[in-house]
């Protein structure tokens, strides 16, 4: 439980009211009760939040007339995602591990981190300082990991996967795992073997059931601070930039290079061997079959720059009546020809 003063302190904001109150939780608006704090992002939110039974809301900009406690920050949404941390803390683990845990006699696990129920860490494995195991995972044999890396229950990471630091890998993903790589050999698919690794930056995220693919040679890279949503494919040698967001169930081919804070909307799909441009944004179900520059917003399929894809949509919705009026000037033409006959 905190002071609005002290909620205010650690956003950096301003308390409008009493700054005494004491908050207890955080809650949307429809199921805020007594002592709880909600926010408000704009004027709809802020008459749902003065009608609610929040006793504070958390504020950005001209806020109206209200009997509420106001905490004023400089962007609302921001602050909302900091004050859920503050509120609802994730869950800590003590260090150690777990009598059921396999642990490779080389592998090198630091005494502050937590090693859980059925994990199994291979040969040379090194796992950094407060990482986190929560249960059946499988860590390779040369995997490292840095500090405060937290892998959910069922990762798997193939040899030699090399994860940064701060880093979540949610349930049911799996890095490293081989590229799909084949040559035609006399009517039959040969395998190409699959020796590369993974490398995933610090500050990644990585939600639950993606597959990264390990580089048929050297590496495929997750950059820094880039987020992964849930359902996504990543192929062998596909590099992505720092900051950049990938929405569920896109699918990138293989050596693909993307640059930064790149935003990839759902069910996007990339051929492979492109070079996607820094600052590109491609619209949900869009087949990228060509490079992207920088700064460019993309759709459709194949997608194209947005302006040009924007046209040739109002055209499809056009043709119909193009084609109705196309046939009714070729039955006048029709006639006059008989016409004139």
């Known amino acids: 439980m905190m002071t609005a003063a002290e909620v205010a302190a650690h956003l950096g904001g301003q308390v409008v009211g009493d700054g005494a109150i004491r908050l207890k939780g955080f809650a949307p608006t429809e199921t805020a009760r007594s002592g709880d704090l909600t926010f408000a992002e704009n004027e709809e939110y802020f008459e749902r939040a003065s009608k609610s039974q929040a006793s504070a809301i958390l504020v950005d900009g001209v806020a109206g007339k209200t009997d509420k406690v106001l905490i004023r920050v400089p962007k609302a949404r921001i602050a909302f995602a900091k004050m859920l941390g503050l509120f609802f803390p994730e869950q800590e683990f003590s260090p150690g ?10 592998a090198r696990i630091h005494p502050t981190a937590y090693v ?4 199994a860490v291979g040969d040379r494995a090194e796992i950094g ?27 798997v990471l193939y040899p ?13 993903t799996v890095v490293g795992s081989d590229g799909f790589g084949y040559v035609l050999d006399q009517g039959a698919h040969r395998k190409i073997p699959q020796i590369g690794n993974v490398i995933i930056h610090d500050d990644v995220e990585i939600g639950a059931n993606v597959t990264i693919d390990r580089g048929a040679l050297g590496s495929t890279v997750i950059g820094k601070g880039s987020k992964i949503d849930n359902l996504v494919q990543i192929g062998h040698n596909v590099v992505v930039g720092e900051h950049s967001i990938i929405i569920s169930q896109v699918g990138i081919a293989g050596s693909t290079r993307m640059g930064s804070n790149v935003t990839l909307a759902g069910q996007v799909g990339i051929a492979g061997h492109l070079k996607i441009g820094n600052n590109v944004t491609v619209a949900a179900q869009s087949g990228v079959m060509n490079n992207i520059p920088d700064g460019e917003k993309w759709l459709g399929a194949p997608a194209q720059p947005d302006r040009q894809m924007k046209r040739i949509f109002i055209g499809l ?4 009546e193009l084609l109705q009026r196309v046939s009714a000037l070729e039955k006048r033409l029709k006639d006059l020809s008989g016409n004139a006959g």
Do not use: D, W, Y
Request: hydrophobic share 35%; net charge positive; glycine share 10%.
């Open 97 to 106: 591990i777990h009598p059921s845990a396999i642990i490779a006699t080389t």
């Open 116 to 119: 859980g129920p059925f994990c």
């Open 129 to 155: 300082p407060k990482c986190v195991l929560l249960g059946s995972n499988h860590i390779g044999a040369e995997c490292t990991m840095g500090q405060s890396t937290k892998l959910f229950q069922n990762v």
């Open 160 to 172: 030699q996967t090399r994860v940064g630091s701060r880093v979540a890998i949610h349930s049911g």
């Open 317 to 320: 919705q056009r043709l119909p």
